[in-house]
């Protein structure tokens, strides 16, 4: 009889499992995209930025401070963001329709507002404890 395995699920293994899922689908959007010059050059911008937030995500889960942490956060949610512009200019274009591009903006938008949501937490724990963001937790 095989023991089952007991897996841990750390806080913020649910996000980070978003955002891998949200980089895999930008990646098959890219390569739905046009075979044009603009395409071309919107696969490039989009493809890098959304595949940073994942390890820049993982990047801020092992930071040495809260500082450390709130700011790659900030570079998180700026690559999100970018994302989000990348995929409404391929809408606004008429490079892909609508419903291929949808799931990706919702999870995209989704992330943003958790991710900011977290800065905002961590910003606002510092102060309530009457601490600098650049202290270490500990």
């Given at each position: 009889?095989?023991?089952?395995?007991?897996?841990?699920?750390?806080?913020?293994?649910?996000?980070?499992?978003?955002?891998?899922?949200?980089?895999?689908?930008?990646?098959?959007?890219?390569?739905?995209?046009?075979?044009?010059?603009?395409?071309?050059?919107?696969?490039?911008?989009?493809?890098?930025?959304?595949?940073?937030?994942?390890?820049?995500?993982?990047?801020?889960r092992?930071?040495?401070?809260?500082?450390?942490?709130?700011?790659?956060?900030?570079?998180?949610?700026?690559?999100?963001?970018?994302?989000?512009?990348?995929?409404?200019?391929?809408?606004?274009?008429?490079?892909?329709?609508?419903k291929?591009?949808?799931?990706?903006?919702?999870?995209?938008?989704?992330?943003?507002?958790?991710?900011a949501?977290?800065?905002?937490?961590?910003?606002?724990?510092?102060?309530?404890?009457?601490?600098?963001?650049?202290?270490s937790?500990?």
């Amino acid at each position: 009889m095989r023991k089952k395995e007991i897996r841990t699920v750390a806080k913020g293994d649910d996000i980070q499992e978003r955002l891998i899922r949200l980089a895999v689908a930008l990646v098959r959007i890219c390569d739905r995209l046009p075979e044009t010059r603009a395409g071309g050059h919107i696969a490039s911008q989009l493809l890098r930025s959304g595949t940073s937030p994942a390890p820049n995500y993982a990047e801020a889960r092992g930071g040495e401070s809260d500082k450390d942490f709130v700011h790659k956060l900030k570079v998180v949610l700026k690559e999100l963001n970018e994302c989000l512009v990348w995929l409404a200019v391929i809408q606004e274009g008429g490079m892909l329709p609508e419903k291929i591009l949808g799931e990706s903006r919702g999870e995209c938008t989704a992330l943003c507002r958790i991710i900011a949501a977290s800065i905002k937490t961590v910003k606002n724990r510092c102060a309530t404890e009457n601490k600098s963001p650049g202290r270490s937790l500990g």
